[in-house]
């Protein structure tokens, strides 16, 4: 061909004229006959149903969609870019391995399927197996257990993994299961808090599936990674919660889940590696030459914990196998992946070819109704990646085959289908499986083979003798099996694909690879792979011939010449030397100047593009609503206006995007090989869509209700989230395209590149984002990269694939100015023009680029000191510079300007100013040893400015850089290509002059605009310095720079007796850019000063955002008149004290509910208990009236309302009762009815769920929760419910968290910065505890400068204002440690004895003495006191150790608490506000001031007016608060005056004091989580404690808080059983057949199992009556607020210390069968909680099984009310009813059992009299006699008479005949004579 022809676009029209479409070519007289198959006769059809897909039939269709396009902004519509985004990320860094803690509660199981049973709990995950305690002869055992396991892996691996819990019977030779529950931790990972918590697994027997549920288990999972949080959720008390209500799934799962099949059908693979993996086969290969297919390839399927196996194929690339594996699991199952992996059968191990993954989330919907639809998959192909294809004789990359990393090659693909049949009632069989059924016949043998793996659950047994159909079909067992495959699923019709690459650069080459020729390969599936792909250009045919109308002979001979003789596969580029780049040495690169080579594969796929072109539209969309949003953020910091517009604009072009995708997606017609998924997720996207543009609408319109920015980009994102989860299409056509750099033909590094970003499509949104643009890849190394720079080679790519009918469009997009060169060989004697082999670009242009690299923040450090010595290498296509080292910073400011000259680039002006390559910056930190470190990467593109334009200065901006994964802070730079005329550089825009040095520095027009400001700063103190070099710290400094500016703070003279600064405040000017986001990082420094004057480098701090710290001057509270009024709500004349009831009431109302904003659910107070003595006092029936809530009292008793403090604690004494009237009212009262609270709070979801968080609550929030759900009832029930109710206990806030989260770490007024030491760049990038080397203490501010000198008020700073005086304080501390919960275990056998320890300073107070043996939720109530000197001990560490007998103590964790915060902190945290003020008793005050006193102070210091007490109401500043000031204690006594409580309330509700309100730290408890160093980041438990600090200058407070743990109460429980009834009868008498029983009851407690009692037996039962009058007795131990029962008992002969536990107080009645000879059996039980047990039947004929399954929660009893009952109650077994007993329970103290004792059983005192039990009552053993009369005699008395009369009449007759003869001749003969 003529190369030249005067454009390249008039060659364009010749260029590819054989592959055109057929219609243009229909006469061309060169069509050889291998063209046939591809564009022969039938071709007009072919290409019509080609098109479908695309959206548009023939020309109508694209115009039409195309102008929805256009509408729809996509973009430019008919603008296609020349080079593809830059993106300034270089690399995914890998997947970090973390890790993870794995937290298992086991509560409780419930319904236990099984008589008599022993349960015993086992949880496995992975190859760890843990198991709970056994509990005797129970179906509900209560175990309260906590299991903790360790994982350590990337995420993804995590995932995958399963929890198995299985219950088990425990015998003594193997245990039996009763049923099992599993849950992948990835479902449990992605739970809300990651966890479920109190939640009930469903069991089930996996050996038979119709059983149905097998039981119930409670348990709590959680799973939490280094950072995560997991909320600590309060247990719900309630005793008979929904189990069904409750179940252990995610949310919106149905709660009934049916069994399903799930079928994974495997067709056939192809284009495996054909290498066997083994090293003998290589060895056999090398020494026979064997050329077949060395491998053996089998396919394994694993799901939920299950793993199926194919038969293997011997000897074959390409297996075909048609078998499927057959998985039973719940429906929807817990466990979301499928794992596919093809593995090589090997004479010594097996090894895998390559994993898939199927996420079943991704191919399902689980939306209800028609929405929905289940798991479906294919058939389609998946394509498999793993490592590169070599012959080495070990794989060094094996782990990518087996999913773990990134695939880096193709390994063939795989056709399979998957499939989900729910069973409905067990697992009959459907249509599905019948079909399946009828083929199993001919395949016996095959599946004798096949059972070989199908399942490692099955025993070996299986093999020989298959257990029969019927088990295997209920079993969860795999299943594998051949099928037949319907002939429609072969028929597949492929498409001939083109790729075409084109070079344009190959830079950055790195040099150890650079010495020999380098060359590109390109390939897409197994084409064009030169080391061992396809041979250009065959078809493989082995086995798909049949399928193809052409003769199969054809394709195997001549196919292979004729079949592409036009088209000359060119899939590498030719080898060339590289050449070292200019300025840097590690750098080599390629000289493609004006030469770029060009590749050319054509390979074959099934043609379902239609999938990659839905991806693109809908990523499109994405990207575009992404751009969008990064947009509103930039423009945020500038306008809140022109955001929201943008914001507005952006969805509104997403709205109309969404409305074209699903209008083309309506009109398309049927398209072939669309698979079920495909129909169902085209719905799906249409449906998401729809909705997602309904939410847009919405948004968008409510102008009315206004909804902030942050809400509507928070909404965006989840729009971009749910479109990025459609684009990822799980069934795969074309596979990944893969570029490799080869090295002397060997594969150095690659990139791969998915086949859906360069497809080309005629439509623009269905086109690959990258597709014909020039893209920038940068080259990495397989397998796992070292850390540090990865980037081997960078490559610009133009690439284009696409189906061979478009392929007039391949040279569409590429840059003007080029020529095309074909090789001659192949053009020789054929018509056709072949593509180009390179495109030539004559044209060259000189240009300059200018580096602005200003400065950079935040930078990773990368040295031990904890900084860098940073420069810069900027890298720009042959071109490389590096800026100037700066020493020891994080925010290096170079201000240079780096010149490239003469860069010479080849192409059209217009289109490099358009599309210029990209600059390419890496940040190293310099060594003065060894190598230069590297610290992270940008891509940046420049601005360009041709010759004869208008030159602009460019903008400096922030490029984010990033080192692998990990953000490596920003560069604050601007790059300029400008280009050079032929005049010469003399006409470019002036530089600044150079330095001494000839660093140029960045111009001043482009330097940001500076303006001066002082930055004031406020030095506090340093803490918690370590050691640096081996000595402590002893006289640190602080440097505070910014900007090159800086001061210094004074020396601190000795570190150890005072940290802080003796000069607090001190300030510097500096010049700061106008624009605030320029602002450039604030450092802090912290040197010590040694021998010599010798400094050392301690540890630094970079602030990168200086916006928190400007200063804004405070607005002026506007004039509080509406204040007023919100607090007096209404009539004025309402200030008088002396009032009528009505309007006084509503006062405190008023004032109530002042107090209850602090709160979600208000204190009770003291207003609102009715005290006892007037119970028929109506409850306020509350109505959400704002913001007063009027109350009925009673008139002229206003007065009763609020008694003395002391007199209501007195009559509390004697009147409040816990469940038993002997509870005294105490510490533990108050902390459980605060828990109770926060349970009711969560349940009610009053408030927003956090009691401590509510700011605004609504005018009801004054209504006690107690009555919340009475609201409706009438008054009179309220009264009743007065009646019952116990007074109101005080209650304290219980925070879920520390108390800093609560208050935002009390830094109102001063910051803790850490300071860092040590590399951040490490594996772990550094671990953050071990950086840490201090804390400074300070503040900021920072404000434009004035011109006067004096700053602030009187020449003080500003910063100083409401600062605390800096000298040393003393202070009494007490520590209150409640308990601590979820420990880690510290013990071999999974428990901890732990104790306290706490440090201050120097003094520790170790509570060793006081261990609490094998407890991980253990109960301390333990207070400590301690003196302490404020600044010099101010962090209290509080330690929880496992106590050892033997070898030091292990710490479990600890947590530390800034004191010294806490105690300057306006929110006043050294002692926390009660809710009420009493003067004794449990809720006595303990502070040491008093409420006035400390509202006066408050006053004092914030410059207020007041307070002004008057009678009822105090003021403060314009604000009154109302309330009752007077106080009488009886009718008769004289009235007192007390301001205590008012202010109190008016403390509590300080935040709304306008101007200088904020919210004083309430009394509380908080939960403190501990950590452990070497797991750092991960929770080992949490401490529930408090801290009272009061400063020693004040008058001390009184006695500390008595919280110790309340002992348990000794109780006796006399259970007598009188009689049964109806009890079956279970033998039978053998001579008669009449049943009987040998009735006999057992009973025991729950947990005391030893004190196991039984009666005597009631032999031979007829009716099943039997009489006992026997008394079982149980001493127990009780603790009444919890309601459980302590049971200390030691677990093993070998355990030193008896193991409390808490358990709910359960008894157990059995009644059972007495056999002699063999096993008693069981007959039936009944369990009964002692709390809450159902009412007893009056007589036998009314008890039934209802009074225990239906019974409501009003109608139990408790016995610790009820203290006697008598009745009757069934033995159920099974369900069924099996008895009934008559049995009374008396329940003593154990101090009354001892003053009336009784005897157990029958015995004194008060014995009970001998049963009166009927005659048959007696064992045969032991009265056989009496066996004989009653068994026999009385059964057979007149057989038996008859028979002896018959025996008397034989006997008779016998004698009477035998004498006869003889008496008769006698006669004669006597006669005779």
């Not at 059809?45 to 115009?63: A, H, K, N, R, Y």
């Not at 799934?249 to 590696?273: D, N, Q």
């Not at 001919?442 to 059972?451: L, P, Q, V």
């Not at 990025?724 to 490799?740: A, G, K, N, S, Y």
Request: glycine fraction near 6%.
């Amino acid at each position: 061909m003529d190369s030249s022809e005067s454009t390249p676009q008039s060659q364009r029209k010749g260029l590819f004229a054989g592959i055109k479409l057929k219609k243009k070519k229909k006469g061309d007289k060169g069509l050889t006959i291998a063209n046939k198959g591809a564009v022969g006769d039938h071709d007009d059809t072919d290409s019509l149903q080609q098109e479908i897909p695309v959206g548009q039939e023939g020309e109508e269709g694209e115009i039409t969609y195309d102008d929805a396009a256009s509408i729809s902004s996509f973009g430019a519509s008919g603008f296609w870019k020349k080079r593809a985004k830059v993106e300034s990320k270089i690399h995914e860094g890998e997947p970090k391995s973390q890790n993870y803690q794995i937290a298992i509660t086991i509560i409780e199981a419930r319904q236990l399927v099984g008589e008599n049973i022993d349960p015993v709990v086992i949880i496995e995950i992975g190859d760890e197996k843990k198991q709970t305690t056994v509990k005797e002869g129970t179906n509900s055992p209560f175990y309260n257990e906590y299991f903790v396991f360790d994982f350590l892996g990337p995420q993804v691996h995590l995932f995958d993994k399963i929890i198995k819990i299985s219950v088990m019977h425990n015998k003594l030779i193997g245990s039996v299961l009763i049923g099992s529950f599993k849950v992948d931790l990835g479902t449990v990972y992605l739970q809300p808090g990651h966890q479920f918590c109190d939640k009930w697994a469903l069991l089930t027997d996996p050996a038979d599936i119709r059983t149905g549920a097998k039981g119930y288990l409670k348990c709590d999972i959680s799973v939490a990674g280094k950072g995560d949080t997991i909320q600590a959720a309060q247990k719900a008390s309630d005793a008979e919660e929904q189990i069904e209500k409750n179940l252990l799934i995610p949310k919106g799962f149905p709660s009934e889940r049916p069994w399903a099949r799930f079928y994974v059908r495997i067709y056939k693979a192809e284009g495996l590696p054909k290498m066997n993996s083994s090293i003998m086969a290589n060895v056999t290969k090398a020494f026979m030459g064997d050329s077949k297919d060395l491998v053996d390839p089998f396919v394994v399927v694993t799901f939920a914990g299950l793993m199926g196996r194919t038969t293997v194929q011997k000897n074959c690339a390409d297996p075909v196998w048609h078998e499927q594996v057959i998985f039973k699991e719940m429906f929807p199952p817990l466990c979301r992946r499928v794992k596919i992996q093809v593995w090589d059968e090997g004479s010594m191990n097996d090894v895998a070819l390559a994993t898939h993954f199927i996420d079943l989330k991704k191919i399902s919907n689980e939306q209800d109704g028609d929405k929905g639809f289940l798991p479906t998959f294919g058939p389609a192909w998946i394509n498999l990646y793993g490592s590169p294809r070599n012959h080495s004789l070990m794989d060094d990359h094996q782990e990518l085959n087996e999913g773990y990393g990134e695939g880096v090659s193709f390994r063939g693909r795989l056709l399979i289908e998957l499939a989900v049949e729910i069973l409905s009632g067990g697992a009959h069989e459907s249509k599905f499986s019948k079909m399946i059924k009828e083929l199993k016949p001919s395949s016996k043998d095959k599946d004798a083979k096949g059972s070989k793996g199908s399942g490692k659950d099955k025993d070996k047994g299986a093999e020989d003798g298959k257990p029969s159909a019927a088990d295997k079909t209920n079993s969860t067992d795999v299943e594998v099996e051949p099928f037949d495959v319907l002939p429609e699923v072969h028929e597949e019709t492929f498409e001939d694909f083109l790729l075409f690459g084109a070079f344009f650069e190959a830079t950055m080459i790195d040099r150890k690879v650079g010495d020999k020729p380098i060359s590109f390969e390109v390939s897409v599936g197994n084409f064009g792979n030169v080391i061992d792909g396809v041979s250009p250009g065959r078809r493989k045919k082995s086995h798909e011939g049949e399928e193809e109308e052409s003769a199969p002979l054809l394709h195997e001979g001549s196919g292979e010449t004729s079949h592409d003789i036009a088209m000359p596969l060119v899939s590498t580029t030719h080898p060339e030397k590289p050449l070292v780049t200019e300025g840097n040495r590690n750098y080599n690169y390629l000289p493609y100047d004006e030469k770029k080579p060009c590749v050319y594969i054509k390979s074959f796929w099934g043609d379902q593009t239609f999938r990659l072109y839905f991806s693109n539209t809908l990523e499109k969309m994405a990207d575009l609503l992404e751009e969008g949003l990064e947009h509103v953020k930039d423009l945020i910091k500038v306008s809140e206006l022109a955001s929201e517009e943008k914001m507005r604009s952006t969805l509104n072009d997403f709205i109309s995007q969404s409305r074209a995708f699903i209008a083309n997606a309506e009109k398309k017609p049927k398209l072939m090989n669309q698979t079920a998924l495909d129909k169902k997720r085209l719905t799906l996207c249409k449906q998401e869509l729809e909705a997602m543009a309904k939410d847009a609408k919405g948004i968008i319109q409510q102008q009315k209700k206004k909804i902030l920015l942050d809400e509507m980009m928070r909404e965006t994102e989840g729009f971009i989230e749910k479109i990025r989860f459609l684009v990822d299409e799980p069934q795969h056509t074309v596979p990944d395209v893969f570029i490799w750099m080869l090295s002397n033909n060997k594969r150095v590094a690659y990139a791969r590149i998915p086949a859906k970003d360069v497809l080309y499509s005629p439509v623009n949104d269905q086109r690959g984002k990258h597709c014909g643009k020039i893209k920038t890849h940068f080259l990495k190394l397989p397998g796992k990269r070292p850390s540090g720079w990865n980037v081997h080679g960078k490559v610009d790519v133009y690439l284009w694939l696409g189906s061979t009918k478009y392929a007039h469009t391949i040279l569409d997009n590429l840059p003007y100015g080029y020529e095309t060169e074909t090789s001659s060989a192949a053009s020789a004697g054929h018509h056709t023009t072949p593509p180009p082999v390179s495109l030539a670009y004559k044209s060259k242009l000189f240009f300059q680029l200018r580096a602005h690299m200003y400065q950079a923040r935040g930078l990773i450090a990368a040295d031990n000191s904890g900084l860098s010595d940073p420069f810069a290498k900027v890298t720009f296509v042959s071109h490389c510079q590096t800026t100037k080292i700066i020493q020891q910073t994080l925010s290096p400011t170079w201000n240079q300007m780096l010149l490239f000259n003469n860069i010479m680039l080849h192409g059209d002006g217009k289109e490099i100013a358009e599309f210029p390559p990209v600059v390419v910056v890496e940040l190293y930190d310099d060594d003065a040893v060894g190598k230069s470190e590297y610290i992270g990467s940008t891509v940046a593109s420049p601005v360009v400015t041709l010759a004869g334009e208008k030159y602009e200065p460019p903008k400096l901006c922030y490029h984010p850089v990033y080192c692998g994964n990990l953000s490596g802070g920003d560069l604050l730079a601007a790059f300029e290509l400008l280009q050079i005329s032929d005049a010469g550089p003399e006409n470019l825009p002036p530089v600044d002059p150079p330095d001494v040095s000839l660093i140029y520095p960045v111009p001043s027009n482009i330097r940001p605009v500076l303006s001066k400001y002082r930055i004031e700063v406020l030095f506090w103190g340093l803490r918690e310095l370590k050691k640096v070099q081996l000595l402590s710290v002893d006289r640190p400094q602080v440097l505070i720079e910014c900007a090159a500016k800086g001061v210094k703070s004074s020396v601190i003279q000795s570190y150890k007796n005072n940290p802080n600064f003796n000069i607090l405040a001190d300030w510097f000017e500096v010049e700061l850019p106008e624009n605030e986001l320029l602002h450039p990082p604030l450092s802090i420094c912290v040197v010590d000063w040694r021998a010599f004057g010798r400094s050392t480098l301690v540890g630094t701090h970079t602030i990168n955002c200086l916006k928190q710290f400007l200063y804004k001057p405070k607005e002026l509270p506007a004039p509080p008149a509406k204040d007023v009024n919100l607090v007096d709500a209404g009539p004025a004349q309402a200030l008088q004290p002396v009032q009528a009831a009505e309007s006084s009431a509503d006062h405190i109302y008023v004032d109530v509910e002042h107090g209850a904003p602090v709160l979600a659910v208000p204190e009770p107070e003291p207003v609102a208990p009715p005290p006892p003595s007037a119970p028929s006092l109506p409850m306020p029936s509350p109505k959400p009236v704002s913001p007063s809530t009027p109350e009925p009292a009673k008139d002229g008793k206003q007065k009763d309302l609020r008694k003395s403090s002391r007199r209501s604690t007195k009559r509390k004494k004697r009147t409040i009762a816990d469940e038993s009237a002997e509870n005294v009212i105490d510490w533990w009262s108050k902390y459980y009815a605060s828990v109770q609270k926060v349970q009711k709070a969560k349940v009610l979801d009053f408030g927003d769920g956090k009691p401590g968080k509510t700011t605004r609550t609504s005018g009801h929030v004054t209504l006690s929760i107690e009555d919340e759900p009475d609201r409706k009832k009438k008054d009179k029930l309220v009264k009743k419910k007065v009646k019952e109710a116990s007074p109101k206990l005080a209650t304290l806030e219980i925070y879920d968290g520390d108390l800093e989260s609560e208050f935002n770490n009390f830094e109102d007024w001063v910051k803790t910065f850490e300071l860092f030491r040590g590399k951040s760049n490490d594996e772990d990038h550094g671990d953050y505890d071990e950086r840490t080397i201090g804390k400074f203490k300070g503040c900021f501010c920072i404000y434009k400068n004035p011109d006067d000198c004096c700053s602030g008020e009187g020449g003080q700073p500003k910063i100083l204002q409401g600062i605390p005086p800096n000298h040393s304080v003393k202070v009494l501390i007490r520590v209150y440690v409640v308990a601590a919960f979820n420990l880690s275990p510290a013990d071999p056998d999974g428990k901890s004895d732990p104790y306290i320890v706490l440090r201050l300073g120097n003094t520790e107070i170790k509570d060793r003495d006081n261990y609490i043996p094998k407890q991980l939720n253990p109960v301390f109530g333990r207070s400590f006191e301690l003196q302490a000197t404020f600044p010099k001990e101010s962090l209290l560490s509080v330690l929880i150790y496992d106590y050892d007998m033997i070898g030091s103590d292990d710490l479990i964790g600890e947590t530390k608490i800034d004191l010294e915060n806490r105690f300057y902190s306006r929110h006043r945290a050294n002692c926390g506000l009660q809710s009420q003020y009493e003067i004794e008793g449990y809720n006595a005050w303990r502070d040491a001031t008093k409420p006035t006193e400390i509202l006066t102070k408050l006053c004092k210091d914030n410059r207020l007016n007041g307070p002004y007490m008057q009678p009822g109401k105090i003021q403060i500043g314009d604000k009154v608060f109302t309330g009752q000031t007077v106080f009488q204690e009886d009718e008769n006594e004289e009235p007192v005056e007390s301001y205590e409580h008012l202010a109190l309330k008016v403390l509590r509700s300080w935040n709304e004091i306008p101007g200088v309100g904020c919210k004083l730290v309430p009394e509380h408890i908080e939960t403190r989580p501990i950590y452990h160093r070497d797991k750092p980041g991960m929770e080992q438990g949490r401490v529930q404690m408090w801290v009272d600090m009061f400063p020693k200058d004040m008058p001390l407070p009184g006695p500390p808080v008595d919280i110790s743990p309340r002992k348990p109460k000794g109780y006796e429980l006399r259970v007598i059983v009188w009689n049964t009834e109806d009890v079956i009868l279970e033998d039978e008498n053998i001579f008669t057949g009449q049943k009987s029983s040998d009735i006999y009851v057992k009973g025991w407690l729950k947990g005391l199992e030893d004190d196991r009692q039984e009666t005597d037996v009631h032999y031979n039962s007829l009716t099943g009556e039997g009489n006992f009058n026997w008394r079982f007795v149980y001493p127990f131990h009780y603790l009444p607020a919890e309601k459980h029962m302590v049971v200390s008992k030691r677990e093993n002969i070998f355990s030193l210390d008896k193991t409390e536990r808490k358990i709910p107080a359960e008894l157990v009645l059995q009644v059972w069968d007495f056999e002699r000879l063999s096993s008693d059996d069981f007959l039936g039980s009944l369990e009964m909680n002692l709390n809450g047990f159902p009412r007893a039947a009056k007589t036998a004929k009314r008890c039934d099984t209802s009074m225990v399954t239906e019974t409501s929660e009003e109608n139990k009893i408790s016995i610790f009310q009820q203290k006697r009952v008598r009745g009757w109650w069934p033995f159920i077994k099974a369900g069924e009813l099996t008895g009934k007993v008559e049995a009374e329970f008396h329940l003593v103290t154990a101090e009354e059992a001892e003053k009336n004792p009784v005897g157990k059983a029958r015995k004194e005192p008060e014995p009970l009299e001998k049963p009166n039990r009927p005659d048959t009552s007696f064992s045969w053993f032991v009265n056989p006699f009496k066996c004989l009369y009653h068994l026999i005699w009385r059964n057979y008395k007149k057989y038996i008479i008859i028979g002896l009369i018959l025996i008397i009449l034989v006997i008779f007759l016998v004698l009477f005949i035998y004498t006869l003869p003889g008496a008769i001749s006698r006669r004669i003969v006597v006669g005779s004579t």
